[in-house]
């Protein structure tokens, strides 16, 4: 399988303070995801990277940001959690066309209260 | 864009018995097709693919999927489901965007299956 690591792999944190969650991998693959997971929602994009320093914008990326100065790392921010951000969130990694799918990391379960 | 509708949430079956979820997807332009199974706790993991040849695509534990695509779908289908089958599974198809080399992946809502003794 594929390495890919998130840490934490759960959180508590208290509404309004700044939260990193961290996707490590060890496949050099040039694409990488962090979606949120919310019953009946499914898997939601927050933000992708093809690509150090370049990333941008999925379906919910409101309240997020994200940062990839190296390869095998993607950063997710929440600048001021809410407790809407309570969620599983999951990192993928992509070899990049379409046809190899995705890998996903183990998620972390973040509760913002 | 694309938009993957899995038509059942809940799938409740009792064990050896047959199941089949449904995945429709909107784009009829060519696409690859996956379905991902999600046990508790645990990220999703790759169950089968469609790129391209033979419509009907099995993996390793019995599960088969077929692509129709005049009916743009990509059923899910199990002769007899056993209780460790028990897991959300996920639809998910490839941007239509072929030229796009995001390597994006649209995801439906996905289907509890929920296997019975």
């Known amino acids: 399988d594929a390495g890919i690591t998130q840490s934490p792999r759960h959180k508590v944190t208290e509404t309004g303070t700044p939260v990193t969650l961290r996707c490590h991998q060890t496949?050099?693959?040039?694409?990488m995801y962090w979606y949120r997971q919310d019953p009946g929602h499914g898997l939601r994009l927050i933000h992708y990277s093809y690509g150090v320093k370049d990333t941008d914008k999925g379906e919910v990326s409101d309240g997020y940001s994200v940062s990839r100065s190296k390869t095998e790392d993607f950063l997710l921010t929440l600048e001021s959690a809410t407790s809407s951000q309570t969620s599983v969130y999951f990192c993928?990694?992509?070899?990049?066309?379409?046809?190899?799918?995705?890998?996903f990391g183990s998620g972390t379960r973040l509760t913002v209260v | 864009a694309q938009s993957v509708t899995q038509l059942d949430s809940q799938v409740p079956v009792f064990e050896e018995a047959p199941v089949e979820l449904r995945c429709n997807y909107s784009s009829s332009v060519s696409v690859y097709l996956f379905w991902y199974v999600q046990y508790p706790n645990q990220g999703l993991q790759l169950l089968l693919k469609y790129l391209s040849g033979s419509t009907l695509v099995e993996s390793i534990n019995g599960f088969e999927a077929e692509f129709n695509k005049s009916q743009t779908s990509f059923h899910l289908r199990k002769p007899s489901v056993h209780i460790s089958d028990t897991a959300e599974y996920f639809c998910?198809?490839?941007?239509?965007?072929?030229?796009?080399?995001?390597?994006?992946?649209?995801f439906g809502r996905g289907t509890q299956l929920t296997v019975w003794p």
């Open positions: 998910a198809v490839s941007d239509p965007d072929r030229g796009s080399t995001l390597g994006r992946l649209y």
């Open positions: 496949e050099n693959h040039r694409y």
């Open positions: 993928a990694i992509s070899e990049g066309t379409t046809n190899y799918g995705y890998t």
